[in-house]
């Protein structure tokens, strides 16, 4: 069975702290995503990552970095945690579809929530 | 720039009810139309699709139609199960670009 596999549940931070968020998959797809949901605005792209080493910004990434340093893993790092980025924090892969899309199918994992005090 | 529109919850069902949940879109190009679907303490995942217009995306009783005259993609199923209870997002991907843009999901609650 495919998996995206999350390193925590729930997540308790202070502000200021640094945090880091984990993903990894099983399946060797090339792309992987960083979603934020929050109620009644979704899922918010934070950052996409195409292959090792490779990343492009979503619609917001500030305050956040990621790194890439193996294919099957992603990680989401918030350099100085603040109280608004309190929230669900969802990981995502894909393969490249037929159209040469990175978006025909999302494999997600089952979320971090993270609350910043 | 391109937007998912879909209707508030939650929406409240007795079982074998009919379901329909809206769901219309902006976007330039030929985008591609999901509904996602997130059950209780899991991640999202792929219900069904569709790339074109005028196809239909079905799966588990399940189905929507790609409307390209009113930029809809509703989904819809026949009888609705307790099983079926989950907040049900509708997305598009841009043309040409790596970018999903989900809806702000719509809670289905079914009774028994």
């Known amino acids: 069975d495919v998996k995206v596999t999350q390193s925590s549940r729930y997540l308790v931070k202070r502000t200021g702290e640094k945090v880091f968020l984990e993903c990894v998959q099983d399946m060797d797809h090339e792309n992987m995503f960083w979603y934020r949901q929050d109620p009644g605005l979704g899922l918010r792209l934070i950052y996409f990552?195409?292959?090792?080493?490779?990343?492009e910004k979503g619609d917001i990434p500030e305050g956040y970095s990621v790194s890439r340093e193996k294919k099957e893993r992603f990680s989401l790092i918030l350099e100085s945690a603040s109280t608004n980025q309190t929230s669900m924090y969802l990981c995502?892969?894909?393969?490249?579809?037929?159209?040469?899309?990175?978006?025909?199918?999302?494999?997600f994992g089952s979320g971090t929530q993270l609350s910043v005090l | 720039g391109n937007s998912v529109t879909q209707m508030e919850g939650p929406v409240t069902l007795s079982e074998e009810a009919f379901l329909t949940i809206n769901c219309t879109y902006t976007?330039?190009?030929?985008?591609?139309l999901f509904w996602y679907v997130q059950y209780p303490g899991e991640g999202l995942q792929l219900l069904l699709k569709?790339?074109?217009?005028?196809d239909k995306g079905s799966n588990k009783g399940f189905e929507a139609t790609y409307r390209k005259e009113t930029t809809s993609f509703h989904l819809e199923k026949g009888s609705v199960q307790v099983s079926d209870s989950a907040v049900y997002f509708c997305?598009?991907?841009?043309?040409?670009?790596?970018?999903?843009?989900f809806g702000a999901g719509t809670r289905l609650f079914v009774k028994a």
């Open positions: 976007a330039t190009g030929y985008p591609s």
């Open positions: 569709a790339t074109k217009a005028d």
């Open positions: 997305a598009l991907s841009e043309t040409g670009g790596f970018k999903t843009i």
């Open positions: 990552s195409y292959d090792v080493k490779m990343k």
């Open positions: 995502a892969s894909s393969l490249w579809g037929d159209r040469g899309s990175p978006n025909e199918k999302l494999f």
